[in-house]
């Protein structure tokens, strides 16, 4: 079955630095990729997709990723974290009928 | 569009009761989910329906767990004989086709005493 793995559980960075959270895909053929945050006591929101073609996907809140096949991976980056930007970050790709695989999540705390 | 609704929020109960959940998709969405998350993990996969009919279910769906989704519309799962495992949140998704991204709701967290 189609899986992710976030190797990461929890990342603290400073205000303003530069963030990468890393997903690892199990997959054959190129797969769909999401990439959903969680803040706590709440539901997941969408931050991006990877369906096919461009391998660099912009999302919103500033956020891109980006699919390398060569490396089984779709990491998350973004260039400069402000104190919102804390909050529970998702992997997740579908299984044959649409519903979603997660990762157990990555944890990010940001510091002043 | 007004989102995903989920109903209760919150719910405490204790051992061996029943307990049933709503969930409001978003109106045009004909695919509804039904997830369940515990502490410190990645939702996982319980059920799936298109309009009212369930096409999936996982292994997590005990039979104690049913879920319906009578006009295709609003969805509910219901949990008979709760049990101490059964804490969790449980987050209802919605999406208009299979491979577009799914709308969550905020979840109902289920506290069994």
């Known amino acids: 079955a189609q899986s992710v793995t976030q190797p990461d559980i929890h990342i603290t960075v400073s205000e303003g630095a530069s963030l990468e959270l890393r997903c690892n895909y199990s997959?054959?053929?190129?797969?769909?990729l999401f990439w959903y945050v969680q803040s706590p006591g709440q539901g997941l929101q969408l931050l991006l997709k990877?369906?096919?073609?461009?391998?660099l996907v912009q999302g919103i809140k500033g956020f891109e990723a980006e699919f390398k096949r060569s490396q089984s991976s779709f990491n998350l980056r973004k260039p400069s974290v402000h104190w919102s930007d804390a909050a529970e970050y998702f992997c997740?790709?579908?299984?044959?009928?649409?519903?979603?695989?997660f990762g157990k999540g990555t944890s990010l705390l940001v510091t002043p | 569009d007004t989102g995903v609704s989920q109903n209760p929020r919150h719910k405490i109960t204790k051992r061996g009761q029943n307990v049933t959940f709503r969930c409001d998709p978003i109106s045009e969405h004909n695919r509804l989910y039904w997830y369940r998350q515990t502490l410190g993990q990645g939702p996982e996969f319980l059920t799936y329906?298109?309009?009212?009919?369930?096409?999936?279910k996982s292994r997590l769906l005990s039979d104690r767990f049913s879920a319906e989704r009578p006009k295709g519309s609003f969805s509910t799962l219901e949990i008979q004989r709760t049990e101490q495992g059964d804490s969790a949140m449980y987050l209802c998704?919605?999406?208009?086709?299979?491979?577009?991204?799914?709308?969550f709701g905020d979840g109902t967290r289920l506290s069994i005493l």
């Open positions: 997740a790709v579908p299984n044959s009928g649409y519903a979603l695989n």
């Open positions: 990877y369906f096919s073609g461009d391998t």
């Open positions: 329906f298109q309009n009212e009919a369930q096409l999936e």
């Open positions: 998704a919605s999406t208009a086709t299979g491979n577009q991204p799914q709308h």
């Open positions: 997959y054959g053929a190129t797969p769909y």
